[in-house]
């Protein structure tokens, strides 16, 4: 069936990185932008970052432009996003989706993966 | 601050109607999406573009857009449908996404 599933997340120090991984099944991969969103506890969702098919375009909200980056790739069907100087605000759990680009929509969600950023 | 508005808390009895709305400028250009979130779970999109429900969400939710507004309706709301609902929508640069801060509805 139609699945995504993310790995990848954990405890990391303040000024730490950390690479979430996105493991996509069930569909062609790389016909779907793809998106990683956010929530941190007990708050509502946030709109991180979204990559085009080809990775030729991707964008970034403004809370992670020039720490995070996305990337995919097509023939292992995964998505990731490489998180850099990692701050405490950065505590979520992040969710990789499906959809982006025109598609204002976002149709497929994976389960989510816990990121904490403590000392 | 979100550019998407929404009431924090929505109550509605057993079998009747709930609208829930979002506003935002950037509504009156670009279609609202709806996802439902229940407790330790992960999102579900059930609602998107004009009026349009995924495959697997019931027809008693439907959806409407009106200037700056847009709804999610709930017609004959059942008890499974008590959850957070997120609306979202491109932000004001055309470019990015954002969501609202979310409503929680309580089926009494």
């Known amino acids: 069936q139609v699945q995504l599933v993310e790995s990848g997340g954990g405890l990391v120090k303040p000024g730490g990185s950390l690479r979430l991984s996105c493991a996509a099944s069930?569909?062609?991969?790389?016909?779907?932008?793809m998106t990683w969103i956010r929530q941190a506890p007990g708050k509502g969702l946030e709109w991180l970052s979204f990559i085009s098919t080809s990775s030729s375009y991707s964008h970034y909200a403004d809370s992670v432009k020039g720490r995070f980056t996305i990337s995919r790739d097509n023939g292992r069907n995964s998505l990731y996003l490489q998180m850099n100087i990692l701050r405490a605000e950065d505590t979520a759990v992040y969710y990789c989706?499906?959809?982006?680009?025109?598609?204002?929509?976002?149709?497929?969600w994976g389960q989510g993966t816990m990121v904490t950023v403590s000392s | 601050s979100s550019e998407l508005t929404q009431d924090p808390v929505v109550s509605v009895d057993l079998g009747q109607t709930v609208r829930i709305t979002c506003q935002g400028d950037?509504?009156?250009?670009?279609?609202v999406s709806w996802y439902q979130q229940k407790p330790g779970q992960a999102p579900v999109l059930v609602m998107y573009g004009k009026n349009n429900r995924p495959s697997g969400i019931p027809d008693r939710f439907s959806g409407s857009r009106s200037g700056n507004t847009g709804s999610l309706t709930i017609s004959g709301a059942q008890a499974e449908d008590e959850a957070d609902y997120y609306c979202?929508?491109?932000?004001?640069?055309?470019?990015?996404?954002?969501f609202g801060p979310g409503t929680k509805v309580t089926v009494l």
């Open positions: 069930g569909f062609i991969f790389n016909d779907h932008y």
């Open positions: 989706a499906r959809g982006g680009g025109d598609s204002n929509a976002f149709d497929i």
């Open positions: 950037t509504l009156r250009s670009y279609y």
């Open positions: 979202s929508s491109r932000d004001s640069s055309g470019e990015d996404y954002v």
